[in-house]
């Protein structure tokens, strides 16, 4: 049975910095990952969709890595902004079938 | 904005009562899955629609029921609610290509609260 787990649960980080979210998946048998965006009590914004055949994928500030073999995916976003602050949540597809983690609250304090 | 809308955006309904939630989905796309998430986790997988026809379901109870229309709409139906059921209820849309795992589009969500 595939599991996501989301390294840390939450983070808090001055303007400016630079940071890392952690992803790790048990099974790597998907067809690719998403990283979405969500703002409290909304719904959920992709940010960066990887291939299983691909290893990173960027968009602005933010880059994505995937490495299948090892189980893990990293978000990297640069000079986080205080317009950050969300949580950010990681899902692998399974032949349609988005299984997510539970999600990295993030605050960037001005 | 992704072009998928979902209608209500808020419930209130009383233990044992059904609720119907829609969802509409990019034109083109012929997938359409659901997804509940309780407060303070991630979403969990109730069921993907292709092509008018349920195609997967994940570890939810007969209850969970679904239609997709020809038009690109699609309902959940969740019949003799249960005061765990209150969550935000998700719908995504894909076209959906053999052997590709392709770009899932969320809704805004409808906020369903069981009293």
């Known amino acids: 049975k595939q599991e996501v787990t989301q390294i840390p649960a939450a983070l808090s980080v001055p303007e400016g910095e630079n940071l890392v979210l952690n992803c790790s998946f048990t099974?790597?048998?998907?067809?690719?990952l998403q990283w979405f965006r969500q703002d409290p009590g909304k719904g959920l914004t992709s940010l960066l969709l990887?291939?299983?055949?691909?290893r990173e994928q960027t968009s602005g500030r933010l880059n994505a890595s995937l490495d299948k073999s090892s189980g893990r995916s990293t978000l990297y976003i640069a000079a986080s902004q205080p317009g950050d602050s969300a949580t950010y949540l990681c899902?692998?597809?399974?032949?349609?079938?988005?299984?997510f983690g539970q999600g990295t609250e993030l605050s960037v304090k001005p | 904005e992704t072009g998928v809308t979902q209608s209500p955006t808020h419930l209130i309904k009383t233990r044992g009562q059904q609720v119907t939630l829609r969802c509409s989905s990019q034109?083109?796309?012929?997938?359409v899955s659901w997804y509940q998430q309780a407060l303070g986790q991630g979403p969990q997988f109730i069921f993907q629609?292709?092509?008018?026809?349920?195609?997967g379901r994940g570890n939810f109870p007969p209850r969970f029921s679904g239609l997709q229309f020809p038009n690109y709409s699609s309902e959940l139906n969740v019949n003799a609610l249960e005061l765990d059921d209150s969550a935000l209820y998700l719908c995504?849309?894909?076209?959906?290509?053999?052997?590709?795992?392709?770009?899932?589009?969320f809704g805004p969500g409808t906020r369903l609260t069981v009293l």
């Open positions: 995504a849309s894909s076209t959906r290509a053999s052997g590709v795992g392709d770009e899932q589009f």
């Open positions: 099974d790597s048998a998907i067809y690719n």
């Open positions: 990887i291939q299983s055949s691909q």
């Open positions: 899902a692998v597809d399974q032949g349609g079938k988005l299984i």
């Open positions: 034109s083109g796309h012929n997938t």
């Open positions: 629609y292709y092509r008018e026809e349920e195609n």
